[in-house]
């Protein structure tokens, strides 16, 4: 399995755009990359996936570059409601006995 | 839709004592289930998971184990609970053989005193 790296915390004010990159040098030709979110005393959220190039969806955008050892995460405009832990994940979908590994993710603080 | 449930959703335990924590998705079947533990400040350990009843892969030696009884349904259990037993246990199920989104149960905060 891919090991992922992130950033331990990051800090933002209100309205700001925030990019959250995770680097995965070992990641395999089947792995996707997937991003979670996670507020205090609740489980993961998905948020995005994707396998190359960009992905955006109405909660945020994946930038994957042609090598695909990293990915960026991209927050607009950021909300004090934004304030959680972002989890970077890389993994394959197609078999059964895949298992996804959590590291232990960024926390990002909105600040008003 | 699809549902996961998880109880209780808290629980203080004396050191020694049993737990047994129970985990149900409902809406889906042939799930694969996930057992994850997280310590206060910490990220998620993946303790268990299963693809199919009666089929257990531990991740972490540790002095807990989980069952799979029914396709749908997920147990964690210890015979004796230790001090460092506490923490957050969530429970996730994934669409087997497809995508990577693994939806989360509420959590069981456990507290072993």
């Known amino acids: 399995l891919a090991k992922t790296t992130q950033p331990i915390s990051m800090d933002s004010y209100e309205g700001q755009e925030v990019n959250i990159t995770c680097s995965h040098n070992?990641?395999?030709?089947?792995?996707?990359i997937t991003w979670y979110q996670q507020f205090p005393s609740q489980g993961p959220r998905f948020i995005i996936q994707?396998?190359?190039t960009k992905v955006t969806n109405e909660v945020a955008s994946l930038f994957i570059p042609a090598d695909r050892k990293s990915s960026t995460l991209s927050l607009p405009r950021v909300s004090l409601s934004d304030t959680a832990v972002y989890y970077c994940?890389?993994?394959?979908?197609?078999?059964?006995?895949?298992?996804?590994?959590f590291g232990t993710g960024t926390r990002l603080q909105v600040f008003p | 839709s699809q549902t996961i449930h998880q109880w209780p959703a808290t629980l203080v335990q004396p050191v020694g004592s049993p737990l047994s924590l129970e985990c149900t998705v409902e809406?889906?079947?042939?799930?694969?289930l996930y057992w994850y533990r997280q310590a206060a400040g910490r990220g998620l350990q993946l303790l268990f998971y299963?693809?199919?009843?009666?089929?257990i892969s531990s991740e972490v030696p540790q002095n807990l184990s989980a069952s799979r009884p029914q396709d749908r349904q997920f147990i964690l259990s210890s015979k004796k609970l230790l001090l460092s037993d506490s923490g957050f246990y969530l429970c996730?199920?994934?669409?087997?053989?497809?995508?990577?989104?693994?939806?989360f149960g509420p959590g069981t905060r456990l507290t072993v005193l």
């Open positions: 996730a199920w994934t669409n087997s053989g497809s995508s990577n989104e693994q939806f």
């Open positions: 070992n990641i395999a030709t089947n792995d996707y």
């Open positions: 994707g396998y190359k």
């Open positions: 994940l890389v993994g394959a979908g197609t078999y059964n006995t895949d298992k996804l590994i």
């Open positions: 809406g889906t079947s042939n799930p694969n």
């Open positions: 299963s693809v199919g009843i009666g089929q």
